[in-house]
T-cell receptor, first 110, second 114 residues
């Protein structure tokens, strides 16, 4: 069975401080990992995926297969980063349905 | 272009009644998913449609839940004899065949069973 764990429900940091949102997963094969974000009063949207190794809005995430982690990081948080962040896993195959973590509410304080 | 739309945005129903939720995917998207999000929890996969193939119903929690989709268009999720534990936000997402990595989510339907 596949599972995604986000240990922090709430995370607060000050503007300009580094931020790391933790994500651990369990999956027996080679997973595809994603971070989705939901800003206030907006719909859920893709932030980044591990396969593209890209940086979006200053965020990066590295897949660590040894630690089964996919933590989301940003060196200098901005107030507009305040949102709900979900880590998600896809086991591949044609369906590609996502297994989501329970989410972390990030608040960036001025 | 228009994104995924869902209706109604909110639905309050009495325990034991049937409800029908609707999802309009992005035009041309072949894949469609339904998820459920209970308060304070992550999204749970319910069902997946891909073109005219048989749907993947592995996430449906009970036989009170069913969903239909005609071709690559609208989908409806039906919950029969609703229970209080069915209260949740029901999210629909669609995905194109050319970009298998990104699901586009609708705004959700908030269902409250009293």
């Amino acid at each position: 069975a596949q599972r995604v764990t986000q240990p922090e429900k709430l995370l607060s940091v000050f503007k300009g401080a580094p931020v790391e949102l933790k994500c651990n997963y369990s999956y027996s094969g080679s997973p595809e990992l994603f971070w989705y974000v939901q800003y206030s009063r907006q719909r859920l949207q893709l932030l980044l995926r591990h396969i593209s190794r890209e940086s979006i809005k200053g965020f990066t995430a590295d897949l660590n297969k040894g630690e089964t982690s996919f933590h989301l990081k940003k060196p200098f948080a901005q107030e507009e980063d305040s949102a709900m962040y979900y880590c998600a896993l896809s086991g591949g195959g044609s369906a590609r349905q996502l297994t989501f973590g329970s989410g972390t509410q990030l608040t960036v304080l001025p | 272009g228009a994104g995924v739309s869902q209706s109604p945005s909110n639905k309050v129903t009495e325990k034991g009644k049937d409800v029908e939720l609707r999802c309009d995917p992005i035009s041309g998207h072949t894949a469609l998913y339904w998820y459920r999000q209970r308060l304070g929890q992550g999204l749970e996969f319910l069902i997946y449609f891909q073109g005219n193939s048989a749907p993947d119903k592995s996430g449906l929690p009970s036989d009170r839940f069913s969903a239909e989709r005609t071709g690559e268009s609208v989908s409806t999720l039906t919950i029969q004899r609703t229970q209080q534990e069915d209260s949740a936000v029901y999210l629909c997402a669609s995905r194109s065949g050319t970009n298998p990595y990104e699901q586009y989510f609708g705004p959700g339907t908030r269902l409250t069973v009293t």
